[in-house]
């Protein structure tokens, strides 16, 4: 007789949908969760991924949270202006968005380049939305930004870093 857990994919007998948040249950004897509202998604064991299955799109986890990975600067724009205006909705100003490494080639044209008139030939700072951006450390020096797509410092008094899964949970 097999044990329970090699009889169920590798996140265990029940996830949250990665889109909706809902509780979603995996199939027995295979590497398969159902969402109802979203179909199929296939998790793969050799890499951690969670893939859903029509539009072929990737999940990873960090501390229990599903990031998605994003191949496409549009995508990752939008969830970013997705977020902002969440953080805005509720009595947040973002002072800075801090974008994980591994997108800065590719975000690299989409973003605003700003100078302040005083400081014109000194640097020119990056902006997203009208939001300074700074991109993260190395992926080796700090592991979590090999999934986390980005986070956002808010005002002055409100020292907390908000990650967008954390947004999210308003849905």
């Known amino acids: ?10 996140f265990g007998t029940e996830i949250r949908c990665p889109q909706c948040h809902q509780p979603i249950p995996a199939l027995l004897l295979t590497d398969s969760y159902i969402c109802p509202k979203h179909g199929a998604f296939e998790a793969n064991p050799n ?4 893939i859903h299955v029509q539009s072929g799109r990737c999940w990873h986890q960090w501390e229990g949270q599903w990031y998605r990975q994003h191949i496409h600067p549009d995508t990752l724009r939008f969830e970013i202006a997705e977020a902002l205006e969440h953080l805005y909705q509720n009595g947040y100003r973002a ?5 994980a490494q591994r997108y800065k080639e590719m975000l690299g044209n ?29 992926q080796h020096t700090e592991p979590r930004w090999k999934i986390m797509n980005f986070e956002f410092q808010t005002e002055p008094g409100n020292p907390t870093n908000y990650t967008y899964p954390f947004l999210k949970a308003w849905r």
């Open 1 to 10: 007789m097999t044990s329970i857990p090699s009889d169920y994919p590798i």
């Open 47 to 50: 890499t951690g991924e969670l």
């Open 95 to 99: 002072t800075q968005v801090i974008v």
């Open 110 to 138: 989409s973003l605003e380049h700003h100078a302040d008139w005083f400081e014109q030939f000194c640097f020119v700072k990056q902006r997203l939305y009208g939001v300074p951006v700074e991109f993260s450390p190395d």
